[in-house]
């Protein structure tokens, strides 16, 4: 069996993860991921970059921002290569995070049920109307659903 080099090639950590070789170089410049040069100044990258390229990859497809993928990855170790107990860790402390986002979803999900699907465009019924703006005292946007406020009953 050959022997595995220990440092990857930003063309190699491409063609294992997908990612293009610019996201790389743009989550290296967000400091998401570090890399050492050799001494022709070329990235390499360590094996364990792969699964935090993979973490990082999969987070943006779930919408987290790259504030909270950054404060995640912080939570793992620099000085070695994170073991299944680190990422377990980290794991359970997103699932609030996760979490929340799933809730978010679906109240969009459910009351755009409500409003689309019925088709009525009429005020008098409509699931999202919003009586003498209700929603203002909640704060700003799109409050019945960013949290879990109750649509006001029509009366």
Same mark, same amino acid.
């Given at each position: ?12 950590? @491409?063609?294992?993860?997908?990612? #293009? ?20 100044? !070329? ?8 699964? $935090? ?6 987070? !943006?497809?779930?919408?987290? #921002?790259? &504030? +909270?993928?950054? #404060? @995640? ?5 620099? @000085?070695?290569?994170?073991?299944? &107990? +680190?990422?377990?860790?980290? #794991?359970?402390?997103?699932? *609030? ?5 799933? /809730? ?6 459910? $009351?755009? +049920?409500?409003?689309?699907?019925? /088709?009525?465009?009429?005020? +008098?019924?409509? !699931? ?8 203002? *005292?909640?704060?700003?946007? &799109? ?6 406020? !109750? ?5």
């Amino acid at each position: 069996m050959p022997k595995l080099r220990s440092l990857l090639s930003i063309g190699d950590v @491409a063609r294992r993860t997908g990612a #293009s070789v610019s996201a790389i170089r743009f989550y290296e410049d967000k400091g998401l991921l570090t890399s050492e040069r050799n001494s022709g100044g !070329q990235r390499r990258f360590q094996r364990s970059d792969l699964r $935090r390229l993979s973490f990082i990859l999969v987070a !943006q497809k779930l919408g987290l #921002s790259l &504030a +909270d993928i950054r #404060s @995640a990855l912080e939570t793992l170790p620099g @000085a070695r290569t994170p073991t299944k &107990a +680190d990422w377990s860790r980290l #794991s359970r402390e997103m699932r *609030e995070t996760i979490d929340a986002r799933i /809730g978010m979803l679906e109240r969009l999900r459910d $009351r755009l +049920d409500g409003c689309i699907g019925c /088709g009525c465009l009429s005020l +008098d019924v409509c !699931q999202l109307y919003n009586p003498e703006d209700q929603a203002a *005292e909640t704060g700003a946007g &799109a409050r019945f659903v960013f949290t879990s406020v !109750q649509v006001p009953e029509r009366g």
